[in-house]
């Protein structure tokens, strides 16, 4: 059983800054990655920012240097450092974790999303 817990997520002006937090927890081999992903009404999930357990980040091209996720393996939580956030940024924010079972088969899980809205 794992769980991904959200938090950090709120309303903000435009030009401000967000911290998103991930914590993983329950019963599994290892993380391999985790990610945050959006979702804006009428769009599909799309990837935000993911990175690895060995520290290798990718970012969507939207984000374009505003954002920086990190993780704390110890801790098997992942940040997402949201600034200079625009209008078009407001969605449900989900983490994922990637992850292997003891016996080394992967698995998929998302959290439950954290509400971001920015306004203009």
């Known amino acids: 059983q794992v769980q991904l817990v959200e938090s950090g997520g709120g309303l903000v002006q435009a030009g401000g800054s967000l911290r998103l937090s991930c914590a993983a927890s329950?019963?599994?081999?290892?993380?391999?990655?985790m990610g945050w992903y959006r979702q804006a009404p009428g769009k599909q999930r799309e990837l935000v920012a993911a990175?690895?357990?060995?520290?290798?980040?990718n970012y969507a091209d939207f984000v374009k240097g505003r954002f920086t996720i990190s993780g704390d393996n110890a801790k098997n939580t992942v940040y997402l450092q949201m600034n200079s956030l625009k209008p078009e940024d407001t969605a449900v924010y989900y983490c994922?974790?990637?992850?292997?079972?003891?016996?080394?088969?992967?698995?998929?899980?998302w959290g439950q999303g954290t509400q971001v809205t920015v306004s203009s």
């Open positions: 994922n974790a990637d992850f292997l079972d003891y016996g080394f088969l992967p698995y998929d899980y």
């Open positions: 329950g019963s599994f081999f290892s993380i391999n990655a």
């Open positions: 990175i690895t357990s060995s520290g290798s980040t």
